[in-house]
């Protein structure tokens, strides 16, 4: 499938390109990071993410070969603007609700355990709201391809990405309390993007 690149989004990328050479790069981390910044307009993730090439790569071979994605909350899955791509959120669910009172943990994270049950091993997985959602995947025997952790917040983000990168897990985040379910999904589509290339 070939993307049709609207001439806002050239323009966008052409003004971030004249602010900032990311040339330097390996060709996923760049791509990644354009994306990020394009999709939040602040360039300080030029320098706040945190990424790299070879999880980048597995993680788009497992796209292409079809892995499912698991996002934390809708309004993640809601930016992934690949067409035809099954996105598993189950935070919605009434089971969520009632796992999370049961376990005691919260609803993104009950999310998590639900998801991974259906999922397995070797899942994208993307979380750019709940840091609880981030922290319960790190606990988990969950076997990700790739975990997009960018949650946002001043109660537990930045605690849950620095989990992440010491887990050892392949992963993209960032070092700060910001993040989002927009810079989440922005991450993740520029690898559907290349999905075809």
Known sequence: MTRTVHPIEAESYRILRDRVDLSHLPPLTRA????????????????????????????????????????????????????????????????????????????????????????GPGAVWVVGCAPTALVELIGLDAAPALVVGLPVGFVGAAESKAALRASGLPAVSNVGEKGG?????????????????
């Not at 989440?184 to 075809?196: F, R, T, V």
């Open 181 to 197: 379910s927009a810079v989440a999904a922005a991450a993740l589509n520029a690898l559907l993007y290349l999905e075809d290339k």
């Open 32 to 119: 990644v990071t354009e994306r990020v910044v394009h999709a939040s307009a602040d360039l300080d993730y030029v320098t706040d993410l945190v990424c790299d090439e070879a999880a980048l790569a597995a993680g788009l071979a497992a796209l292409r070969a079809g892995a499912p994605v698991v996002t934390d909350v809708w309004m993640v899955a809601a930016g992934i603007t690949r067409p035809g791509r099954e996105i598993v959120c189950p935070v919605a669910e009434p089971a969520a609700a009632d796992l999370g009172r049961a376990a005691g943990i919260t609803r993104s994270a009950a999310a998590v355990r639900i998801a991974h049950d259906r999922v």
